[in-house]
């Protein structure tokens, strides 16, 4: 099996450290530093995801001329993903989050908008050839633009065609399977979307215009509505001790597409997705959980 994925690409470094006392210069914390960690993050979040099930990945991004341009390749091939980028002038997409005892202190972030002209010749990289899927992860940090999606409906004519729309949410035709969470679904719709009911409308809403397959919205702990070819349903979202939500949605995006093409359901389908998504909030940092992980559950629940 094999799925491109395309977006933005980005570190996660996870610094540990401890806060015992607070700065005498101002009312701040001090953060005595320890030591960091670092993941594949974004777009590269979702294919760690989809390296994990054993899917061959192809992850096409733009990162900086610079070493965490370097580690974020070195990362990516450490886990079997084949990293396709391009380097910018700007530098790579970067968040760092303070952690002291699990809990998180501060998160910094790195970035500057890539260039549309960048942007576009990322897509000279693309050779659409034999993918079973394609991934669109946009976190309007500028790799994702109208032109990207243009280039995958032309070139994706018959391929599994996925996309977390962001701010590209309306410009999503064409799509097998758009995956807003609930904060774009409200920005898309400009409705505040209180209700689990008014959610599962606008879902409804968005399915019709848009012309999907399936438009899954995700509301965190309170779980996903589903509107589909196949109908409509709701997943609730799995009880668990929430540690981190660094992820989820990625998690939830790469299982799905996964899962279609493994040939369940569009409920089946979401229904595995909560089990991988309630594993990576029990874990510290964008964890990525295994087959066996998911499928444990879900025999030990059934």
Same mark, same amino acid.
Request: hydrophobic letters at 45%.
């Given at each position: 099996?094999?799925?491109?994925?395309?977006?933005?690409?980005?570190?996660?470094?996870?610094?540990?450290?401890?806060?015992?006392?607070?700065?005498?210069?101002?009312?701040?914390?001090? &953060?005595?530093? !320890?030591?960091? #960690?670092? %993941?594949?993050?974004? =777009?590269?979040?979702?294919? @760690?995801?989809?390296?994990? $099930?054993?899917?061959?990945?192809?992850?096409?991004?733009?990162?900086?001329?610079?070493?965490?341009?370097?580690?974020?390749?070195?990362?990516?091939?450490?886990?079997?993903?084949?990293?396709?980028?391009?380097?910018?002038?700007?530098?790579?997409?970067?968040?760092?989050?303070?952690?002291?005892?699990?809990?998180?202190?501060?998160?910094?972030?790195?970035?500057?908008?890539?260039?549309?002209?960048?942007?576009?010749?990322?897509?000279?990289?693309?050779?659409?050839?034999?993918?079973?899927?394609?991934?669109?992860?946009?976190?309007?940090?500028?790799?994702?633009?109208?032109?990207?999606?243009?280039?995958?409906?032309?070139?994706?004519?018959?391929? &599994?065609?996925? !996309?977390?729309? #962001?701010? %590209?949410?309306?410009? =999503?035709?064409?799509?097998? @399977?758009?995956?807003?969470? $609930?904060?774009?679904?409200?920005?898309?719709?400009?409705?505040?979307?209180?209700?689990?009911?008014?959610?599962?409308?606008?879902?409804?809403?968005?399915?019709?215009?848009?012309?999907?397959?399936?438009?899954?919205?995700?509301?965190?702990?309170?779980?996903?509505?589903?509107?589909?070819?196949?109908?409509?349903?709701?997943?609730?979202?799995?009880?668990?001790?929430?540690?981190?939500?660094?992820?989820?949605?990625?998690?939830?995006?790469?299982?799905?597409?996964?899962?279609?093409?493994?040939?369940?359901?569009?409920?089946?389908?979401?229904?595995?997705?909560?089990?991988?998504?309630?594993?990576?909030?029990?874990?510290?940092?964008?964890?990525?959980?295994?087959?066996?992980?998911?499928?444990?559950?879900?025999?030990? =629940?059934?």
């Amino acid at each position: 099996m094999r799925v491109a994925v395309i977006g933005d690409v980005m570190l996660d470094e996870y610094a540990f450290g401890r806060v015992e006392r607070i700065s005498p210069e101002a009312p701040v914390p001090v &953060f005595n530093y !320890i030591s960091s #960690k670092f %993941l594949p993050g974004g =777009a590269a979040n979702v294919a @760690l995801n989809l390296a994990r $099930l054993g899917v061959q990945v192809h992850l096409y991004g733009i990162v900086g001329d610079d070493p965490d341009g370097e580690e974020v390749a070195i990362l990516c091939e450490s886990v079997n993903i084949a990293p396709r980028f391009i380097k910018s002038k700007f530098r790579t997409l970067k968040k760092t989050r303070l952690l002291s005892k699990y809990h998180h202190v501060l998160r910094i972030d790195y970035e500057e908008k890539f260039l549309k002209d960048e942007a576009v010749g990322l897509l000279d990289l693309i050779r659409p050839g034999d993918y079973d899927a394609v991934v669109v992860s946009n976190y309007d940090k500028g790799t994702v633009v109208e032109e990207t999606l243009d280039f995958v409906r032309r070139n994706f004519t018959t391929t &599994f065609k996925a !996309i977390d729309p #962001k701010s %590209l949410f309306w410009k =999503a035709v064409g799509f097998d @399977l758009v995956k807003p969470n $609930l904060s774009e679904l409200r920005k898309a719709m400009g409705m505040a979307l209180e209700d689990i009911d008014e959610v599962k409308r606008a879902t409804e809403m968005a399915y019709d215009k848009l012309g999907a397959k399936a438009v899954i919205s995700t509301m965190g702990d309170r779980g996903m509505w589903i509107v589909s070819d196949e109908g409509e349903f709701y997943v609730p979202a799995l009880k668990r001790e929430v540690i981190d939500i660094t992820g989820a949605g990625d998690t939830v995006l790469a299982w799905i597409v996964w899962a279609r093409l493994q040939g369940y359901s569009w409920k089946e389908s979401g229904e595995i997705a909560a089990r991988a998504a309630a594993l990576t909030v029990s874990h510290l940092g964008a964890y990525a959980p295994t087959y066996d992980e998911v499928f444990e559950g879900l025999s030990s =629940a059934s």
